[in-house]
């Protein structure tokens, strides 16, 4: 059986005036015609998706214009919504149920923001790739050659895997169809070796070949921004807070950048050389790394998780095997002789064995046990089982 991965394809339309202002009418108008279905749900205590159908079918398409589908999905995004609500309430994220923002959300209709995203199935919305358009159902008929702008990787991932619905969206003025693709992921290969990775906090990830890739581009940045950040919250005001908030939305946007960078890097070796990747197990990593006082509001923050996810993801896109092994004693042990010990680790940045001498930069040799790690748990995991004695 083949996996599947999913990915979404953003791509900016690039509507005429006229396409626009239709455009605008019908998000609008789906988002209306929820609400009122929502209201319709909940004065009614109708939540599932054939009652609400019944009762509001006609009167989506007679009093907001909707066609059968858009009618049909307005309905699946209210029963969809409440149920969401209802894991929530559940779940507790809206308080104890005495709690006024718990009694708010029981005690009021759900309602939908006029720029909503509303989805498109086949129906009402088709492709036409050579020609870079869309034609799309819209409450002023059906408006077609809608052009739209993607790179030719992103043409390439529609034309092969786009497949079911897309959604319309605004976001700041500007219009987009997020199309979802169904990937097959290929099956992963046999590995010939395996790549050890050790996630560190000057350089993000050292690989067992050695390889640095550099996180001191982003520690300089992100003392900065720290830097920058004290200032700010010394002021206190509520400007203030809002810069804030949006210094660490930017500071989380360029830790993603270079996480994906460093990742889409390892993962392409890996591919090349018919090897596999192997992280650290993260619990490992807390106990071993140990901060000098003003690191130490660094470590919950460093994006040590997000590389392993992103490493992870690409690697299965890519077919390329990935191991996570245990962390123990990774950066303590000698890699040529065994012998493991604290003393081994003299300074954060170097290793030297107290038994047999072996020396070198200790990031590298901690990615060199997570690659031996790897190994031998591999070689575990495809051994092959003795058939039973008779
Ligand atoms: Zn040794």
Redesign the pocket.
């Known amino acids: 059986m083949v996996d599947h991965v999913k990915l979404v394809v953003q791509v900016k339309l690039l509507p005429t005036p006229a396409q626009a202002s239709a455009l605008e009418a019908t998000l609008r108008n789906c988002n209306r015609a929820a609400t009122y279905a929502s209201h319709v749900a909940f004065t009614k205590k109708l939540k599932d998706r054939n009652g609400l159908q019944k009762a509001v079918y006609a009167d989506l398409k007679a009093l907001f214009g909707l066609s059968a589908q858009p009618a049909v999905r307005a309905v699946k995004k209210v029963v969809d919504a409440y149920a969401t609500l209802k894991a929530n309430l559940q779940a507790g994220n809206l308080g104890s149920p005495t709690s006024k923002r718990h009694r708010t959300a029981v005690g009021n209709p759900i309602g939908f923001r006029p720029e909503a995203a509303q989805p498109f199935d086949d129906r009402c919305l088709s492709w036409q790739y050579d020609a870079r358009t869309v034609s799309i159902w819209t409450v002023a008929g059906r408006m077609k050659d809608v052009r739209f702008a993607c790179s030719p990787d992103q043409l390439k991932t529609l034309v092969q895997y786009r497949k079911g619905e897309s959604d319309l969206v605004r976001r700041g003025g500007t219009w987009f169809l997020i199309a979802t693709c169904d990937i097959p992921e290929p099956e992963p290969y046999q590995p010939a070796d395996w790549i050890g990775v050790d996630r560190g906090i000057v350089n993000l990830a050292t690989t067992s070949d050695g390889t640095n890739h550099q996180g001191r581009r982003l520690g300089r940045y992100r003392r900065w921004q720290a830097r920058k950040r004290a200032e700010l919250q010394a002021k206190q005001t509520r400007s203030a807070t809002r810069r804030l908030a949006r210094r660490a939305r930017k500071e989380k946007r360029h830790a993603t950048q270079v996480n994906h960078r460093i990742s889409k890097k390892i993962v392409s070796v890996a591919q090349r050389t018919g090897r596999g990747i192997a992280i650290e197990e993260l619990g490992g990593i807390r106990e071993r790394v140990r901060l000098r006082r003003d690191q130490r509001g660094t470590l919950s923050s460093w994006p040590f998780h997000q590389l392993g996810q992103h490493l992870a993801y690409k690697a299965r896109k890519a077919g390329v095997p990935f191991l996570e092994v245990d962390a123990a004693h990774t950066s303590q042990r000698?890699?040529?002789?065994?012998?493991t010990e604290r003393a081994?680790r003299p300074t954060r940045d170097h290793f030297r064995?107290?038994?047999?001498?072996?020396a070198g930069p200790a990031d590298v040799v901690a990615g060199v046990n997570v690659r031996n790690r790897a190994r031998s748990v591999w070689a575990f995991v495809t051994m092959p089982v003795p058939a039973p004695a008779e």
């Open positions: 000698c890699p040529r002789c065994g012998h081994n064995c107290r038994r047999c001498g072996l």
